[in-house]
């Protein structure tokens, strides 16, 4: 291993040596700095820095004490796929924790009846699936007087089940956020592939989502953040470009 990721191990390891000694924080210690060695090494045999994609970790139906003790690990980005459930935690959170920045993600489909309420919850939008409803967050936002991270969605593949705009819609939309929604800041792509036992079947899915990404870069779009890769499939999609990695089982146990 590099020095790098000595050193990025020791950084973890002194952020967390102060801990309280109970189960769930030492179960979840042992579970998030194995996924953190798993991204460093990921990035490193892409010949990344070992740091370069960021963890948001997926919190969804999880109870507010293993949110809290996670919080407490040093964990500052969370990932929520429904509104009502992410507005309840982060009010607990902002509570418990008061000194700690916490970034709130949405991850899942956001229904345009839920806008209103996200905008006030959540920091950045990795699920941005329509025009429409980059119309409805961009108002919401101002009217908040909020800027709001967002990512545009893209199916990727032809499953009914998947939200996201095909590609072939991608610039248009990426272009319309640019130029008329003025409180949201385009920050990237995100994509979930169909699941595979096998996740080394997701990488051309990975692959794609990059050279959409790339493609964008050249036709005057540059986009900095991939959101991509789940508990089953992360360190493939961080081989493959991910800048933003959302886990959730592979920390927090089943759900
Ligand atoms: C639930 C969810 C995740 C996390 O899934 P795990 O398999 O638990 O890591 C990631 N992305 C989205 C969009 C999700 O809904």
């Not at 507010?64 to 509104?83: C, F, K, P, T």
Request: aromatic fraction near 8%; charge should be neutral; glycine fraction near 8%.
């Amino acid at each position: 291993m590099s020095l790098w990721t000595w050193v990025t191990i020791f950084i973890l390891s002194c952020q967390y040596s102060a801990l309280p000694p109970d189960n769930l924080s030492d179960s979840l210690l042992k579970r998030i700095s194995g996924v953190y060695r798993r991204m460093c090494h990921a990035a490193m045999r892409a010949g990344r820095p070992p740091d370069s994609a960021a963890l948001v970790a997926v919190t969804k139906y999880f109870p507010i004490d293993v949110v809290s003790a996670a919080v407490d690990l040093g964990l500052r980005v969370l990932g929520e796929s429904y509104v009502a459930e992410a507005a309840a935690k982060r009010e607990q959170i902002q509570q418990d924790n008061p000194l700690s920045t916490i970034s709130w993600h949405m991850i899942g489909h956001l229904q345009r009846n839920k806008v209103k309420k996200a905008v006030s919850v959540f920091d950045c939008i990795h699920s941005i699936d329509s025009a429409a409803l980059a119309g409805d967050v961009d108002s919401y936002a101002g009217r908040a007087g909020k800027t709001l991270d967002v990512l545009i969605q893209v199916k990727l593949s032809d499953e009914d089940t998947k939200t996201g705009v095909a590609q072939v819609g991608v610039f248009e939309l990426a272009g319309r956020i640019i130029n008329n929604h003025k409180n949201l800041n385009l920050i990237g792509l995100m994509a979930m592939p169909p699941f595979f036992e096998d996740p080394e079947r997701c990488r051309p899915y990975f692959r794609r989502l990059r050279e959409i990404r790339d493609t964008l870069g050249s036709r005057g779009i540059p986009l900095r953040e991939l959101s991509m890769g789940m508990s089953n499939d992360f360190e493939i999609a961080i081989e493959e470009g991910a800048t933003m990695v959302r886990v959730g089982s592979e920390i927090f146990g089943e759900r």
